[in-house]
């Protein structure tokens, strides 16, 4: 079965590990995962993890 958002789409979600970002262009705070995190604000990755 596969499925685009919905309710499962959701509860996966929830189980992923996030660490709360800080862009140091624009200065917007964001949780991300991964090793390349983009600021959803600006698009720039020059982001540090506040975690």
Request: hydrophobic fraction near 20%.
């Amino acid at each position: 079965m596969c499925s685009t958002g919905g309710p499962m789409a959701d509860v996966n979600l929830k189980k992923l590990k996030t660490k709360k970002y800080k862009c140091k262009k624009c200065g917007n705070t964001f949780k991300g995962i991964g090793k390349k995190v983009i600021c959803p604000n600006c698009k720039s990755e020059d982001t540090k993890c506040l975690e």
